[in-house]
């Protein structure tokens, strides 16, 4: 163990034996091998944005087990937003200071391709400036099912319509083994990267999840970020890696352990020591909570997300984010816990800096 340590003290990289052993470090070291990259980074910076997150509807033809968001048994609400519905939305959080709208939805075939483009069509008319990110790769892969269009055309469309940026989700753990169990149906991991490779091809920038806390392994989760890594080596398109922590309720997957606090640690700690390539690593609050997301950012993390305002996947499993968080509290709690709060755009360039 101190052989790696050392090595990861003096920049080196580890071999694949010894990438499978980082969960056996103790916290606190992981934690400070972490904490100086981020530092030699961005400091005590921690970076939040001022965003909305649109979700235009929860009808879905795909059924992964995790997810409480859809239309199922245990959320019988169907519901699909009209255009006009997601446009009023996004003019709303504009007026109230939101930079970035965030638009990701269920696969509802009912709607057709075009509704999907028309909801980024009119919102690029109506707020020309405003950063929409939009559509994961999972929908990417859904639409040209749909439409028969391929990926390059997919993306083209989406990119003539105005999205600016993609989000990272969709991507739940690489493993197809696992992915078979949790998620079947949906994209697979190779396409999921090869979305993301060729919207970076485009000059284009994009997040990366990894949802985990279910029923994967370590070694899953450290297979889920060499994949990440080695893309990453190639295009240099992602911005953020963001470890989602599972949330438990309203869903088929019947986890019965949970994660500790000490692992969320540990992953993100690690993510962020492996992960050397991507700039930043998000310690998203809705599924860690506030308060754990702050601690994240003493083991490797240094944004935290935004005030979201409103949002539905998540929370529908248990999360906190129902109603997001008021900006002026964000910044308070930032200071608070001995951080410099930056609000930043969702290119990561810094807007205001909060001292
Ligand atoms: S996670 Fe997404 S794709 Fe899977 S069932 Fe839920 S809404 Fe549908």
């Avoid at 010894?18 to 970076?47: H, P």
């Avoid at 009808?59 to 997601?86: G, M, Q, V, W």
């Avoid at 991507?171 to 993301?196: M, P, Y």
């Avoid at 438990?248 to 500790?260: E, I, P, S």
Wanted: charged share 25%; proline share 3%; with cysteine.
């Amino acid at each position: 163990m101190k052989k790696i340590i050392k090595k990861l003290q003096n920049n080196e990289n580890l071999d694949s034996n010894e990438v499978l052993r980082l969960y056996d470090i103790d916290i606190f070291t992981l934690g400070d091998l972490a904490k100086k990259i981020k530092e030699k980074k961005f400091g005590r910076k921690v970076f939040f944005n001022i965003n909305r997150h649109i979700n235009p509807s929860n009808i879905c033809k795909d059924i992964c087990k995790f997810c409480a968001f859809s239309a199922h048994r245990k959320n019988p609400n169907p519901y699909t937003l009209s255009i006009d519905e997601c446009v009023k939305i996004a003019k709303e959080a504009y007026k109230k200071g939101a930079k970035e709208v965030h638009i990701v939805s269920a696969h509802n075939p009912e709607v057709g391709y075009e509704y999907y483009m028309n909801i980024v069509k009119v919102i690029r008319q109506e707020l020309p400036d405003i950063h929409i990110k939009a559509f994961t790769a999972a929908e990417v892969n859904f639409l040209s099912e749909l439409s028969g269009k391929s990926y390059d055309e997919v993306l083209d469309d989406m990119i003539e319509s105005g999205v600016d940026s993609m989000p990272g989700g969709g991507a739940e753990i690489f493993d197809e083994k696992i992915r078979n169990k949790i998620c079947k149906g949906k994209v697979t991991s190779q396409n999921w990267l090869k979305i993301h490779e060729l919207w970076h091809k485009r000059g284009k920038k994009s997040n990366a999840t990894m949802l985990f806390g279910h029923i994967e392994n370590r070694a899953h989760r450290i297979d889920h970020m060499l994949k990440l890594k080695k893309l990453q080596e190639k295009t240099g398109g992602f911005n953020a890696f963001i470890p989602l922590v599972y949330q438990r309720k309203n869903n088929y997957l019947n986890v019965k352990d949970f994660l500790t606090g000490q692992e969320i640690l540990k992953t993100v700690a690690i993510s962020r020591i492996l992960l050397n390539n991507i700039p930043h690593i998000k310690a998203y609050w809705p599924t860690f909570t506030l308060n754990l997301a702050l601690v994240a950012c003493e083991y490797g993390a240094d944004d935290i997300d935004g005030t979201i305002q409103k949002e539905s996947i998540q929370s529908a499993a248990g999360a906190s984010s129902k109603s997001g968080l008021n900006m002026n509290e964000l910044i308070y709690q930032i200071k608070d816990a001995g951080f410099i709060p930056v609000e930043r755009d969702s290119l990561y360039n810094e807007i205001k800096v909060y001292k």
